[in-house]
């Protein structure tokens, strides 16, 4: 049990040092969207209650598990979506069309 | 076969938990971003994909039932959201991660042969309950303190800091309430069995922490916040994960966990404040405190009409847009990105200058500038931008305030001393649109307004800016 633990909070340590340097790296104009992705996968909490949910239950755990899923299935779906509706809104400036453009100050 | 079954989905599990890095990393320019967003989500359908085949699963209907039902709410809403409205959103998500963290942390606790988190004779681990004690606080937590963000963030209830007298010393008392429950939980016989009160005790003593220490920031503190609780649902997350002993949820929580981090700490520091004196709260109501410099509202101020400021706009070679929170409220932001279009015909060279607080969330501006079409090569963050003020004809601060001050780099007395701030002083002109001379959030004068080469534009940031339009034809 013990050694389990150990090698789970290895895994953990290591992540939070991926996310440090991953994060850092993210551009500020994209801020939102890192929250509102951040979000939707920190709803992977999902496969919790899909496991819970598997075996019959005693009905208040098995209700709590189907709640728990339809919360998190709102953060996945919208999560996702409201991401995707940002983020295909950033676009880049048009190529200008006369050589002159980008003047100098 | 079942060994198959768990080394397939603890495989899968891997998959999913790289995509999502390469989700969070693709983000790190606009146009990778995309692609990173679909890479989240085939990580989200390959870990629930590889859950729901597992052979002891059998209540797909119910399953089906309760994602339709939640997946269809969220399509709604992610669809029909403005976007001035997302730091709301995002609030609201993140109080639903920590609530189902709470409910899957019940779940184990009332079910734990489920999870397998039980010895032979069906008690829970010790390990185990600390565990899911924590995943459920911490979820807790996430939850109430979000829906207080929420409430704040829509006007539900007032931005204003609500005080309570001692509330450090409650929040105190509670928390160290809350790590002994836990502690009594770990070594409890009849919690070991999945009976007694304590885990309730605890769940509901979190509940009422994160409430009390949310309802004391400030509206405009948000931005602090609503990472923060960011982090807490990346930190819900992993506790659960610990408890389920799922590598997925703990490498997709520690990620979440130091992203809110980070973010928490990005905004701190634009705001020269500590960690701390945010959570402390007090500050940032909508309600300002006693103005320091008052005595500055005696001096002469110019004032324009929105056709000087199509005047001075059209004459002018670079002109630099400082848009903040106020242009959000007024939903200005698709009136500026077409005043930027009609100064371009007239050959000004447009860009935009974000800084990090501006706004309720971070990113907050980036977005909003997004949505009125102004393409992402014309906005710049502060420290790419700062040193172009100089040689600026006009800086146009459009529902800016206290990020332009310049007493945040001079007066040591000021709340906001030592803050960056956005030097559009050094601009040639300052227009300023604002509704009122009245003090930023953090209850400081802007000294900015009494400067000879300011211009205040007095008005609603959209109207004002339609009104500068027609001024430019």
Same mark, same amino acid.
């Given at each position: ?14 992540a ?14 994209l ?15 999902i ?12 009905s208040?755990?098995?209700t709590?598990?189907?709640?728990a899923i ?5 953060n ?23 050589p ?6 | ?26 983000l790190?320019?606009p ?11 085939l ?5 629930? %994909? ?6 002891? +699963? /059998?209540?797909?209907?119910? =399953?089906g039932?309760?994602? #339709?039902? &939640? !997946? @269809?709410?969220?399509l709604?809403?992610a ?12 609030a ?18 009332l ?18 309950r600390v ?41 105190? %008392?509670?928390g160290?309430?809350?790590?002994? +429950? /836990?502690?009594v939980?770990? =070594?409890?016989e009849?919690? #070991?069995? &999945? !009976? @007694?009160?304590?885990?309730w005790?605890?769940i ?17 503190d ?10 807490y649902?990346?930190w819900?997350?992993?506790?659960i ?11 997709t ?21 500590s ?16 103005a320091?410099g ?9 004032q324009?009409?929105?056709d000087?400021a199509?005047f001075?706009?059209?004459? #002018? ?8 929170y ?12 077409e005043?930027?279009?009609m100064?371009?015909k007239h ?9 990090p607080?501006?706004?309720r ?34 800086a146009?601060?459009?529902?800016a ?11 040591t ?44 534009l007095?008005?609603?940031?959209k109207?004002?800016?339609e ?7």
């Amino acid at each position: 049990m013990e050694s389990i633990f150990i090698q789970q909070l290895s895994i953990f340590v290591l992540a939070i040092f991926i996310g440090y340097f991953v994060v850092w790296s993210v551009t500020p104009a994209l801020h939102t969207p890192l929250m509102s992705v951040t979000n939707a996968i920190s709803s992977v909490i999902i496969v919790g209650a899909l496991i819970a949910a598997g075996p019959e239950l005693g009905s208040l755990s098995k209700t709590l598990v189907l709640v728990a899923i339809a919360l998190a299935g709102v953060n996945i779906f919208g999560g996702f979506a409201v991401t995707q509706r940002m983020l295909s809104m950033y676009r880049k400036k048009p190529a200008p069309k006369d050589p002159k453009a980008g003047r100098a100050e | 076969m079942n060994d198959f079954f768990v080394n397939a989905t603890a495989l899968a599990y891997l998959v999913a938990a790289v995509l999502f890095i390469l989700a969070l990393r693709g983000l790190s320019s606009p146009e990778s971003s995309r692609q990173g967003n679909f890479m989240g989500m085939l990580g989200m359908l390959i870990a629930v %994909v590889a859950t729901v085949l597992s052979p002891d +699963l /059998i209540s797909y209907l119910e =399953i089906g039932i309760a994602l #339709a039902v &939640g !997946g @269809g709410i969220g399509l709604v809403i992610a669809r029909r959201i403005p976007m001035t409205a997302m730091p709301q959103l995002v609030a609201a998500f993140h109080s639903l991660v920590g609530l189902a963290a709470v409910l899957v942390a019940a779940a184990a606790f009332l079910e734990p042969m489920n999870f397998g988190i039980t010895d032979a004779a069906g008690n829970i681990f010790a390990v185990s309950r600390v565990e899911m004690a924590l995943g459920a606080a911490i979820g807790a937590i996430t939850f109430s303190g979000s829906v207080i963000a929420w409430a704040k963030l829509q006007g539900t209830m007032s931005g204003t800091p609500i005080i309570l007298p001692l509330r450090h010393l409650i929040n105190l %008392v509670l928390g160290l309430g809350i790590l002994g +429950l /836990i502690g009594v939980f770990a =070594i409890s016989e009849v919690a #070991a069995t &999945g !009976g @007694g009160d304590l885990f309730w005790y605890i769940i509901a003593a979190s509940f009422t922490i994160g409430f009390l220490l949310i309802i004391p920031i400030g509206g405009a503190d948000m931005p602090v916040v609503i990472s923060m609780l960011n982090s807490y649902s990346g930190w819900a997350a992993a506790g659960i994960g610990f408890t389920l002993q799922n590598s997925a949820l703990i490498v997709t929580g520690a990620l979440v966990g130091s992203s809110g981090a980070i973010l928490s700490y990005i905004m701190c520091k634009a705001m020269n404040r500590s960690f701390f004196s945010v959570i402390a709260g007090g500050f940032g109501g909508d309600a300002a405190g006693p103005a320091t410099g008052a005595g500055a509202s005696d001096k002469p101020v110019k004032q324009g009409s929105a056709d000087d400021a199509a005047f001075i706009l059209k004459n #002018a070679g670079k002109v630099i847009i400082v848009p903040g929170y106020g242009m959000a409220v007024a939903q200005a932001q698709h009136a500026v990105r077409e005043m930027a279009d009609m100064l371009k015909k007239h050959g000004v060279d447009v860009s935009y200058a974000i800084h990090p607080v501006a706004g309720r969330m971070p990113g907050h501006m980036n977005v909003l500038l997004a949505e009125a079409n102004v393409p992402y090569d014309e906005v710049f963050e502060l420290e790419d931008i700062n040193n172009q003020f100089p040689t600026a004809d006009v800086a146009f601060v459009v529902g800016a305030n206290d990020v332009t001050n310049p007493a945040a780099k001079t007066d040591t007395a000021s709340p906001i001393y030592g803050m960056p701030i956005l030097d559009v002083e050094k601009a040639q002109t300052v227009l300023f649109v604002k509704r009122s001379l009245s003090p930023g959030y953090a209850g400081v004068a802007n000294e900015l307004f009494f400067r000879d080469n300011t211009m205040m534009l007095f008005g609603d940031a959209k109207k004002m800016t339609e009104g500068i339009i027609k001024g430019l034809d």
